[in-house]
């Protein structure tokens, strides 16, 4: 993050299952409790999860849609998808904060859980059907017809997410009242996936209208009901959206998510809005302040971070210069904390990326090197570490340096990411003046995206890399000697 009147699209809605199946409008049994859950657990139930692997209170398919598919109908119970990334540090906080609460270890018997990594092709068409608003996106779909049933966009609390687990298990077992805020939600999640965001506006607002003042959910909705008005293109109604309730985003990640999603409307207005969008700022710079300073606020060290780098941004772009390297200061040292204190390399790796920003931020990128390079030391097949050293070295001026560490992170990594990866080489040429190594770059992340698969297609990513590739080659013909 990272958000009236019931509308006649809405009947179609609620039968929509990705194209998966029309069982959303079935009708089963009440949600199961522990000890139901615990009944279904038949030898053939446990042959079919045998792939599980556990984590902390919960256990866990990996990249393996169909497996995972095949246990939850087993066990004749839903699947709750989790769309994460390695580069995502806040899915990596997701993965070593909440998902280990040992809470959860009740509310998980009635479901089975999926991990997929977007990035791998593998994953392809099952990411393609559930498409991820942000990283990470969480998804509760019925095993038996594959129907979406609740949808969360970006970091949960705890309390965030049991709420969209339970609303997933009523959806699964036909317990959500039709015309509720949970039946609302359901439909606009749902319309948001087959990309129908004129839909999903009427519905969020709908469940919006219909839900009680103390609706669990309001937060989260809010979130997705302005990234709906983005992705329709209605800038205005996301700004207005923004400036109205900013107040009722709660007190956890989701007041951060929100303003970023708004905010970045904002950036879209027409330059006589500058005024108001200043005004917007400065009301988001207050609410973030008021955020970070609420003792009760649920926010993990990664939820914090972020919303203090929102802040800073705010506080620069208000012309606010020594509170916004007050603010970069005192995330600095929560970061550091935070690695300091983490329980493995690889939820160290939660805060490679914030710390390298808020470092280079302040002008102190050289001083986190070291760190990094244990990362990577530390974990020798990810591809995230190299890159945030590459990354980090570049904006510190050291070009030479960074271009072994990125060559580093290009062995290992796949998928999309690879396009970042390669850009980074870009620049990395581009501060080098190393005229061959940039145009090798630029024809590697053609075919780079030219060789993704179709559910990974990015067409305007391509005919981008193709135009800056045939400027470059024009340019060069322009310079090139006559030969006489």
């Not at 990705?18 to 049994?29: I, K, P, S």
């Not at 609420?294 to 780098?309: G, I």
Request: proline fraction near 6%.
């Amino acid at each position: 993050m990272r958000s009236l009147v019931t509308p006649a699209p809405l009947a179609l809605a609620a039968c929509l299952s990705l194209g998966l199946g029309l069982g959303a409008c079935r009708r089963a049994e009440p949600p199961m409790r522990s000890a139901e859950a615990t009944a279904t657990k038949t030898p053939a139930a446990a042959d079919a999860c045998a792939g599980a692997k556990a984590s902390g209170p919960l256990r866990w398919f990996h990249d393996d849609y169909g497996a995972a598919l095949a246990c939850a109908r087993a066990r004749k119970q839903p699947l709750v998808v989790d769309l994460w990334a390695p580069w995502c540090h806040t899915c990596l906080s997701m993965q070593e904060t909440v998902f280990q609460d040992p809470e959860l270890a009740g509310p998980a018997e009635r479901f089975v859980f999926l991990a997929l990594d977007t990035d791998r092709e593998v994953n392809a068409k099952a990411v393609a059907r559930m498409p991820p608003g942000a990283w990470p996106t969480f998804y509760v779909v019925s095993s038996e017809d594959e129907a979406v049933q609740a949808r969360f966009v970006g970091a949960a609390s705890k309390a965030q997410f049991l709420d969209f687990l339970e609303q997933g298990a009523r959806g699964a077992s036909a317990g959500t009242s039709a015309g509720s805020a949970d039946d609302l939600l359901r439909q606009a999640d749902r319309a948001v996936v087959i990309k129908d965001y004129p839909a999903a506006v009427t519905s969020y607002k709908a469940a919006l209208t219909a839900a009680p003042k103390d609706w669990t959910r309001r937060p989260d909705a809010l979130v997705s009901l302005a990234g709906a008005h983005r992705r329709a293109g209605d800038l205005e109604a996301c700004v207005a959206l923004g400036e109205t309730a900013l107040g009722q985003t709660g007190a956890a990640a989701s007041v951060t998510d929100f303003l970023v999603v708004t905010l970045g409307c904002a950036d879209g207005l027409p330059e006589q809005a500058a005024k108001r969008q200043k005004a917007f700022q400065r009301a988001a710079a207050e609410r973030l302040t008021a955020l970070l300073a609420d003792p009760a606020a649920q926010l993990s060290v990664d939820d914090r971070s972020d919303a203090m780098m929102n802040l800073r941004t705010l506080q620069d772009a208000l012309g606010q210069r020594d509170a916004a390297r007050a603010t970069a200061a005192a995330q600095r040292a929560l970061l550091d904390d935070a690695a300091a204190a983490a329980s493995s390399p690889r939820a160290a790796m939660t805060y490679n990326w914030p710390r390298a920003e808020v470092y280079v931020y302040l002008g102190k990128g050289l001083e986190l090197v070291d760190d990094l390079e244990a990362s990577a030391a530390a974990l020798p097949d990810e591809y995230d570490p190299p890159y945030r050293l590459a990354w980090t070295l570049l904006q510190s001026g050291k070009a030479e340096e960074a271009a072994a560490w990125c060559d580093k992170a290009k062995q290992l990594v796949y998928g999309p990411r690879k396009a970042r990866v390669i850009n980074l080489a870009i620049d990395i040429a581009v501060a080098r003046k190393d005229a061959a190594a940039e145009r090798a770059g630029r024809a590697e992340l053609v075919a780079m995206y030219q060789a993704l698969p179709a559910e990974q297609a990015a067409p305007e990513a391509l005919a981008k890399a193709q135009a800056a590739l045939e400027a470059l080659d024009a340019a060069a013909a322009k310079t090139a000697p006559v030969a006489k």
